[in-house]
């Protein structure tokens, strides 16, 4: 088994979990370029608001879009956004990802910028 296929199948577990909620949930995907943040209401199939460091204001902002300044800058986006569409609470989809770094940058960004979970 290699890391990838080890991160979906952990990712599998958490979203199985997060699935028995009734709350839209705020999934993270990270490479080694970029991070991504979307908020995605499962129950309904469509992407609430959503976030990237590869938005054009963004790049020129941000010097490098895959450090922990990028992944607060996206997390505050996120939640900003959320917050304009009418999501106050989430549940965080780490996709497999340690909460650790990058993850956890743009987790506590997000809090900060209003939203719960």
Do not use: C, W
Not at 68 to 94: C, H, N, P, Y
């Amino acid at each position: 088994m290699n890391k990838n296929s080890a991160r979906l199948r952990r990712a599998r577990k958490t979203r199985a979990r997060i699935a028995s909620q009734a709350k839209p949930r705020l999934s993270v995907f990270r490479s080694g370029k970029h991070i991504y943040a979307q908020v995605i209401d499962d129950a309904q199939g469509i992407v609430l608001a959503q976030a990237s460091s590869l938005e054009a204001e963004l790049r020129t902002q941000m010097a490098r879009g895959a450090d922990v300044a990028a992944a607060a800058t996206i997390g505050q986006r996120v939640a900003a956004k959320a917050l304009a569409v009418g999501v106050k609470e989430v549940a965080f989809d780490r996709s497999g990802y340690r909460y650790h770094g990058r993850v956890r940058a743009l987790a506590d960004a997000a809090r900060e910028g209003g939203l719960s979970f």
